[in-house]
């Protein structure tokens, strides 16, 4: 059973930054791809990036292209996503997620359904 837990979300004005970390639970979270999603209230949830087990493929929604960026530590079972630039756009809960495979590529997932385990959310609200 994999556990994943964000932080790092609150409150900042347009153009500002934020980081947040995916902190996991269990020896086989660094050969699991992961991703970030959001939802903001009244609209679907949608990725926003992925990235495969090494960090060495990463991919991002043209929203946030280069303004965010995903990455990893698997020393530290931590996944991050740092978000530049922010826009009240980006106001949203993000969700980060694990998909339960073991084999060791450069593929990455951008659809909710390919992810296995989920974190509770935490809420980034950005002003005006």
């Known amino acids: 059973q994999v556990q994943l837990v964000e932080s790092g979300g609150g409150l900042v004005q347009a153009g500002g930054s934020l980081r947040l970390s995916c902190a996991a639970s269990?020896?086989?979270?660094?050969?699991?791809?992961m991703g970030w999603f959001r939802q903001a209230p009244g609209k679907e949830r949608e990725f926003v990036a992925a990235?495969?087990?090494?960090?060495?493929?990463?991919y991002y929604a043209d929203s946030v292209k280069g303004r965010f960026t995903i990455s990893r530590d698997n020393a530290k079972n931590t996944g991050y996503l740092q978000m530049n630039s922010l826009k009240p756009e980006d106001t949203a809960v993000y969700y980060c997620?694990?998909?339960?495979?073991?084999?060791?590529?450069?593929?990455?997932?951008?659809?909710?359904?390919?992810?296995?385990?989920w974190g509770q959310g935490t809420q980034v609200t950005v002003s005006s």
């Open positions: 269990g020896r086989t979270f660094s050969d699991f791809p």
């Open positions: 997620a694990a998909r339960r495979t073991y084999a060791r590529t450069s593929v990455v997932y951008t659809g909710g359904r390919d992810y296995d385990y």
């Open positions: 990235i495969n087990w090494s960090g060495g493929s990463t």
